[in-house]
Nanobody
Framework: QLVESGGGLVQPGGSLRLSCAASGFTLDYYAIGWFRQAPGKEREGVSCIASSDGRTYYADFVKGRFSISKDNARNTVYLQMNSLKPEDTAVYYC??????????????????WGQGTQVTVSS
């Protein structure tokens, strides 16, 4: 099971940190992705962390603003979001997939999903 938290309402330019806590399995060996979906739009990949070596990947539209990290002791993955823009408004989901998946920003590659957390960027 994956449970996201940390969403909310923030002004443009502000920051939020999303958490994705896993239970029932260990995230160590899984590829983990953060995705988002705005109303009327397809789900899109934001960032992911590779299963075997922890390498991180970002969508172009968040590079330099968002940062993904993993705390193995807490079995939790984080998404630090800085310099937020109104267009970042969406429901954010985390997802996990065991090997052989290494890493992917394609939501279709993941089977295990959290329930999502709403992020709203507005003044």
């Amino acid at each position: 099971q994956l449970v996201e938290s940390g969403g909310g309402l923030v002004q443009p330019g502000g920051s939020l940190r999303l958490s994705c806590a896993a239970s029932g399995f260990t995230l160590d060996y899984y590829a983990i992705g953060w995705f988002r979906q705005a109303p009327g739009k397809e789900r899109e990949g934001v960032s992911c962390i590779a299963s075997s070596d922890g390498r991180t990947y970002y969508a172009d539209f968040v590079k330099g603003r968002f940062s993904i990290s993993k705390d193995n002791a807490r079995n939790t993955v984080y998404l630090q979001m800085n310099s937020l823009k109104p267009e970042d408004t969406a429901v954010y989901y985390c997802a996990a997939q065991p090997p052989p998946l290494y890493a992917s920003l394609n939501y279709k590659d993941y089977d295990l999903w959290g329930q999502g957390t709403q992020v709203t960027v507005s003044s």
